[in-house]
């Protein structure tokens, strides 16, 4: 199916630097970073999290997340959810919580199967038990 996440609103709990805002990570660029910033990035938030409205349902049965060619190891136990709630802890959890970069890791590519398809306006990234900053470079939603 096709990624229904280009263009859609993002917010997430912090921005740090300012140009590394939410909406980064759903502007359809999957290329290398350089210096123009292609992610979302937050400040060392407890839990920070990153959310995207759909602006309507959607039955959700996959999330890609493109990670960050360095310091890729900032997205290790996090967690997506998938709901009718713009209160993501009310919100359903899709897959796995772990990072296990898929092969080859150079891709940087994770992909997260829902365990059941989840219909849900909001989509939602929180790293879990860490204080950290949370950096997505793309983010995909099928």
């Not at 996959?62 to 209160?87: A, H, P, W």
């Not at 919580?97 to 890791?105: A, E, H, K, V």
């Amino acid at each position: 199916g096709n990624n229904i996440a280009v263009g859609k609103l993002a917010t997430q709990i912090s921005t740090y630097p300012s140009t590394w805002v939410a909406s980064n990570a759903v502007n359809g660029y999957k290329g290398p970073v350089v210096d123009v910033p292609h992610c979302s990035h937050t400040e060392a938030n407890a839990e920070p999290w990153w959310k995207l409205d759909l602006g309507g349902s959607y039955v959700i049965v996959r999330v890609r997340l493109l990670n960050r060619n360095i310091v890729g190891n900032r997205l290790e136990d996090f967690q997506v959810r998938v709901g009718e709630n713009s209160d993501i802890s009310q919100n359903s959890i899709c897959g796995r919580t772990t990072n296990q970069l898929d092969d080859p890791p150079e891709s940087r590519s994770i992909t997260v199967d829902c365990d059941q398809p989840i219909t849900g306006r909001y989509v939602s990234v929180q790293l879990i038990d860490k204080t950290q900053h949370l950096t997505l470079c793309e983010l995909e939603v099928y």
